[in-house]
């Protein structure tokens, strides 16, 4: 059964949003349609906002309104050093437990040879000419530790050899207030390699 073809129209490009299905694409629809009070221009209104004002900082590829970002302009942060993370989700984890210390890079992705996500693909080499440029003297590289974001960070590191920066990778082990028990092989090596002195 087909409903009207507004109503189909909106079903299917609810569809297109990840994680949801026809099911809850037609449960939205009929919110949508039975919504009072402005709410359906609002929404539309936001969605248009977001198309037309969203860019991304031209120094550090964060996504936002003014270009640089409130991040690269705040003069309280250390400049010399800069957190490398893979989305812009990612940076806001790592400044909701560092708040106003940082910098940070950007990268959109990782390299992923089997889907065919190459080096050019992510901000690597815009990285490096900012390091160039701005004169940082750390890079903490925050990719995930699976295997690719630990090729992105060795790749990174590689890169960067010939500058004169510190490069660091952020450590990786058991989880605090975890117990070892429950923690697979690999994490337990890790944290052993990444064990350090009291
Ligand atoms: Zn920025």
Do not use: Q, W
Request: charged share 25%; proline share 6%; aromatic share 6%.
């Amino acid at each position: 059964m087909f409903y009207p073809g507004p109503i189909e129209r909106l079903i299917e490009n609810l569809t297109k949003l990840p994680g949801i299905g026809r099911k809850t694409a037609t449960r939205l629809t009929f919110f949508l349609l039975n919504s009072k009070g402005g709410y359906i221009s609002e929404l539309s209104e936001s969605l248009v906002d977001v198309k037309e004002k969203i860019k991304l900082c031209s120094v550090c590829f964060n996504i936002t309104d003014v270009d640089p970002c409130i991040i690269c302009t705040d003069p309280r942060r250390d400049g010399s050093i800069v957190c490398v993370v893979e989305e812009a989700s990612h940076m806001m984890v790592v400044e909701s437990a560092n708040p106003g210390r940082y910098k940070y890079h950007i990268l959109h992705g990782v390299i992923n040879p089997i889907e065919g996500i190459g080096p050019d693909e992510v901000r690597i080499k815009e990285l490096y000419d900012r390091i160039v440029r701005e004169g940082i003297k750390e890079v903490i590289i925050a990719t995930n530790p699976n295997m690719e974001g630990n090729t992105t960070a060795h790749y990174i590191s590689e890169i960067l050899k010939p500058l004169e920066v510190k490069i660091t990778r952020i450590a990786s082990g058991i989880p605090i207030g975890g117990d070892i028990i429950y923690i697979d092989p690999l994490t337990i090596k890790s944290s052993i390699d990444n064990r350090k002195n009291l």
